[in-house]
């Protein structure tokens, strides 16, 4: 009597639901990951101003009385809504305008990155006005640095939240220490002096110049260009890495068993 | 009942798209085209050669009948059990009790003096462990170094700065549980234990790093809540009530090291550790 | 029919020296039953096979030191830089050596496919009963297996001495140094002294190279030699008897298609580790003691551990006088219950069922209701400890704080899998009271015909 093999119709159909599974599988491991991390909504304060050289300065003072005022106050000295600007300098506000941080769209909003909501014009015009305000920190410059020493000091400094390859985590309360894979390197200089969030600020004392110099230029090169072997699955680590085996690779195992070995005998009496 | 000797045109693709997926392979690897392309032929290569066998042997089966077999269950024979017992149990020479104690001592005390070397397996003779995990080699005097080394002052670090230390003078790999944690707060918004005001320099506080939970370093401090967390099982310590944990599986709060100031105003350490580094051990 | 017949001289002079002939013959007529959830401890037979072989490639360019080195390479970060030898070999593997990340990823991806398979295997014998008398010693010898191949998938990923599996190695220490009374010894017994020390890389290496491997060698060994004496298990059907095995012979049926096993294993293995980046220890940076990156977590197969030691509150109590450490509870006494009760299982069976026949038709799981409702619990509890150990993903997803998470899964790690045992049993039970092949096609009517209430009046 001969046992009863995969019909090609069952067989077609194994083959089907395992591909669509696997397929599946995937893009939720990856593509919820990364939309996890997520960038909230850019402000909605942006009309996107259309200024035209002149007088900037100014200019930067009607967007920042239009859109900041409310919130910091008209004279910049900070409301119960939010701190005061006075002393935060140029550095300060080119990290929150370029990083989409601010504006935010209510005082209780999460500050959260994501698109710029002005255009640059606009941006270095409420830059140079926030950095006339007080004798804040200046804008840094960069200068091209050591990556082997950067490396160094991002493990040292940085790599407990950001993660050893930039790709990212939560520290306590949930709040996220962002990916630094698409985060322009004078950014990257500004978050590490200025400490916004949750970070601790890092002054010169503790970083020096070229600390950052070397701490920017690794940064720079962190990202998909370390991903010597494959799809790098985010650079995340052993959690995506057990899921794709557990959902992925050992799946694929049992299907190919299915199909090659045979099915049970018909249920019959037999002693 | 056999069939013509046809190969069967599947089968024989499939192997020639295996060797193609090896030639590859090969060629990928002179070629330097680097580990996609040599993982995606030789896994190729592999593949198409499952193929093949798997639809050769189909092709067999479709021809094979089931087959059966008989299995022996169950146990031996009686008589072929008794005559295995009495071959074991033979023996030349009278039965003697004696003879097998002794056999038996000698094979233990050669066991269990074997065992002897791997003492040399722990370090030096006189290293008691216990005490070794009670204490660290901070002393007071002992300046604060960063990593690389340099002296550092309470105002190297900005409100909400962070930094980790070691003692002056030893390695820092060599010397594991000396990691400290230097975080600088509003000195206003200090609540620390009874005792420990002046533990404190411009608002910089010192504690252990290794958590007392699993030893991990306590990496990530967050300053808007002063909050010093570590990544392995998420407890959370507050930085200014002594490290007290608020959240998560640390029993302990992270031991706090009294600060002073030298002659500069280089931080240095006034004595040890307020207790044990590191997680809890068996002994304690 | 193709023939498959090696030419005809030199087996005759094989024959000759060895008079193989009538053996051979018993050998290649071997019956096997071919059901195909009986391949999966060949899945796992196969990725040994394959870790043993690429294992053996990597022990040629890693080197199991402490002693700190200058790394020269293509990877420019690195370049330069100071690090231990193990991992400057590493790196040196997966970027300067040609065709050596593929070695090393594969191997990886073929140790967890390696654990995996042996976890479903488990499970098939386990749901079918097939541990039952006479195989309890075959049970015993798997379950050792698993808990060796655990042990070593972990040694392997600590060799590299990156910063990720270093802090894993510092939670192995703080575990060991949790046991009453000799925990402090123990641990300074595995590390040399303090940790890290300077010997604990080397140790690894022999360990997971030489005596790990041997042991599991014979081991599987062992475990085919009885299989083969004993004769595999069957399911019931026509012609299959408690007295026979029906099924392929061994040439050139069955012995075909184990070999098309070997192939599409070793496919897929080499597949992912070409396609799918896995463990790059260039970008988790060399291990210092003093920092440490996140998420900081095991593979899989450690993580449910990670898990329990994340979810235990905070208690510490005196037993018999002595102060337990904390993580004495999650670290050691946990894998200590679940991998206890595995090996203890075939007696604590029979105890529970009466069932004290030899087997060698085994049942489909819907005949014990009871093994299903416990293989379901099992799993259930073992998944919420692995979602307990991936937190930092569920925070990135859902905006909840990790407290919050942990104080749920606190409550789920116990409900989950009561619950999950519940429903199995009822599946299990309105399974064995029909015709039907799958549970999906349980209709409401048999559901309810499963419940205890009306159970009890159809019993057979």
Known sequence: MTPRPVSSSSRARLLAAAAVLAAAAALALVGTHSAGRASAAPGSAASATTTSGADTASTGREVFLRDCAWCHGTDAAGTHNGPSLTNVGAETADFYLRTGRMPLDSPDQDVRSGPPAYDDATISALVRYIGSLGHGPQIPSLAAGDPGSGRTLFLENCAACHSASGTGTIVSGGQPAPELWHTKPRQVAEAVRIGPGPMPPFSEKQVDQRDLDDIVSYVRQLGSSQDAGGAGLDQYGPIIEGAVALFILLPCLVVVIRLLGKRAPERKEDS | ?284 | MVSLLPRPRPMRKLDERLGIASVGRDVLAKVFPDHWSFMMGEVALYSFVFLVVSGIYLTFFFEPSAAMVTYHGHYAPLQGQDVSAAYASAVRLSWDVRGGLLVRQAHHWAAHLFIGSIVLHLCRIFLTGSFRRPRELNWTIGVTMLILAIFNAYAGYSLPDDLLSGTGLRIFEAIAQSIPVVGSWLSFLIFDGEFPGHEIIQRLYVLHVLIVPAVLAVLISAHLAILIRQKHTHFAGPGRRHSNVVGSRAWPSYGLRSLALMAAVFAAVLLAGGLLQINPVWAWGDFDPATITAPSVADWYILWIEGALRLFPPVEFHVFGFEVPNQFWPGVVLPMLVFGSLYLWPWLDRRWTGDREPHHLTGRPRESPLRVALASAMLTFLAVLLVAGSEELLVQWTGWTVAAIRDVLRVLVFVLPLLAGLVGWWLAESLRRTDLGHAVELGGRDLVRGLPRHGRRESA
């Open chain 2, 1 to 284: 009942m056999s069939r013509p000797d046809r190969a069967p045109r599947l089968v024989v693709v499939s192997f020639l798209l295996s060797a193609f997926g090896a030639a590859g392979f090969a060629a990928s690897y002179v070629l330097g085209l680097g580990n996609a392309a040599l993982g995606g032929c030789l896994g190729a290569a592999f593949a198409f050669l499952a193929l093949g066998l798997a639809r050769w042997s189909n092709l067999i089966d479709a021809a094979e009948p089931e087959y059966v077999e008989e299995r022996d269950v169950g146990p031996t024979a009686q008589d072929q059990y008794d005559a295995f017992r009495r071959a074991l149990t033979e023996q030349p020479v009278p039965r003697s009790r004696v003879l097998w104690g002794a056999l038996a001592t000698a094979t233990a005390a050669i066991g269990g003096a074997a065992l002897f070397p791997l003492r040399s397996l722990l370090p030096s003779m006189g290293t008691d462990p216990d005490d070794v995990l009670s204490r660290t080699p901070w002393r007071a005097g002992a300046h604060l170094v960063t990593e690389e080394g340099v002296p550092v002052r309470a105002t190297d670090l900005e409100i909400g700065g962070t930094v980790t230390v070691f003692p002056e003078g030893l390695d820092p790999r060599e010397h594991v549980d000396t990691t400290t944690v230097l975080v600088r707060v509003e000195p206003a918004d200090l609540d620390l234990p009874a005792g420990r005001a002046d533990w404190v320099v411009d608002g910089v506080v010192a504690y252990s790093k290794i958590c007392t939970h699993a030893g991990c370093p306590v990496g990530l401090y967050t300053d808007t809540s002063h909050q010093l967390m570590c990544p392995c099982h998420h407890s959370v310590f507050d930085v200014t009530d002594g490290a007290r944990p608020v959240e998560g599986p640390a029993p302990h709060p992270l031991p706090q090291l009294p600060l002073g100031t030298d002659a500069s105003g280089y931080l240095i350490a006034r004595g040890g550790f307020s207790g044990p580094v590191g997680p809890s051990w068996g002994n304690h």
